[in-house]
């Protein structure tokens, strides 16, 4: 350490001594402003423990490290820490006590430069937690957001990019925050983080190019929803509990070019949610070897759906498999490719010959989800004898029964094996996994079984016939 920032450093620790009686260091945060004033660019400034009030802005490349033990209280006003500087790094402190006046959008931290690196800081009692605007290149690794106990409405968002490339967020933890929001931002990498009970977990708008994986979402109203974005990858998240008024695990309207594949989507209202996905003529989707499992409803469409191809999912105990809004059909979508479809626990077929695939197509015919599609005011009937009575009428009076909802011409026997990574997310989030898991297995294995059966059921019939 070079000899004037070290004596920079011992006025600073006379600057924050302890008052009486052993409680906690207070400080100016003009003396932090004061030692970056004096700092070379580059020069790392280890910020002694304490608290530190008032409003910081940073116009140097600095490295700013609290250690753990820093804390930068903004006393409820405005944003706390400012960085308007290229190439600063900001780890190891507390910030808190933003501003609430919406109308100025307080952070915590706001960034409006390149090349920033926000990494293992707490972050409490803020409007905004991490704010990103024309700030490319940034990394956010590591972070622990909280919001202000406000109303959902009210919340700002946890981490929010506008207009920010090539950045890359990870390993971050947030809760109750309003959403973690991705405007006009392309070429991002979002990595493991977790989000819980805030309203969309991760909210993409205009932003193409990007890569969604090993993310943890539950207990959100959404958990992932892309809008107007092109080129994702989603791989490898987890998406459980989400259930608020749409209560999508994952919702693409007027998206091209998605794939998503080896996620789980557990207890959501809805499972996977497309409204005019994809958008543009020669555009796909891919949806292969995800897990959809005990929710609401597995997958939910709008009508003018079309051309997104699904194989090798499981569709498990879903109350309803899958279903559109209002009347309309998904048979502009293809339910298998190079002749592998999907499970789905519901299917009454058989597997004669052995090779893992149904021998009559999937064509689910509910009268009563058809009946749901129009009135969702229904599901209030949903494993009532009122359902079980609309279905054996349709079954005795087969002029009834709709047209099957979609049609998947090699539905899967037996379900695939989907590998479902587990993040300790520090909120429960592991255990909660290793919870899903220990579930599905447990399905997994009940499913087999009855498989199984089914298929030496038919065949003693098969023989004896």
Known sequence: MRPAILAILIGLLAAVAPVAGG???????????????????????????GVYEGNLVISKPIVLDGNGAAVFDGLGKATVIEVIADGVTIRGCTIRGSGEDVTGEPSAIRVTAANATIDSNTIEDALFGIDLQEAPNAVIRNNTITSKDLDAGRRGDGIRLWWSHGCTVEGNTIRGSRDMVFWYSEDLRITRNTVADSRYGLHFMYSHNTVLEGNDLYDNSVGIYLMYSNGITLRGNRMRNNRGA???????????????????LLANRVGVYLDNSPSSIGSTGLFESNMIAFNE???????????????????????????????????????????AGNYWSDYAGFDLDGDGFGDVAYEPRSLFGAMLANEPNLRL???????????????????????????????LALPPTIELAIVDSGIGGARMGVLAVALLSAAFGLVAAMGSDRRLTAQHTGGGA
Do not use: M, W
């Not at 906690?24 to 003009?30: D, N």
């Not at 997958?299 to 009347?327: K, M, S, W």
């Open 23 to 49: 409680a906690t260091q207070r400080a100016s945060v003009s003396v932090v402003a004061d030692l970056i004033e004096r700092a070379a660019p580059g020069d790392e400034i280890r910020v002694p423990p």
């Open 246 to 264: 749409s209560g999508y695990g994952i919702g693409l309207k007027d998206c091209d070019d998605i794939t998503i594949t080896g996620n789980a």
């Open 381 to 411: 009937f949903v494993h009532s004898p009122a359902q079980q009575a609309i279905e054996f009428t349709a079954r005795a009076l087969p002029e009834l029964r709709p047209e099957p909802t979609l049609v998947d011409s090699s539905p």
């Open 297 to 339: 409803v597995g997958l939910l469409a709008t009508p003018n759906t079309h051309d997104n191809v699904f194989t090798r999912n499981a569709f498990i105990e879903n109350e309803q498999p899958a279903a559109t809004h209002g009347r309309g059909r998904l048979v502009s979508n293809t339910f298998a490719r190079d002749g």
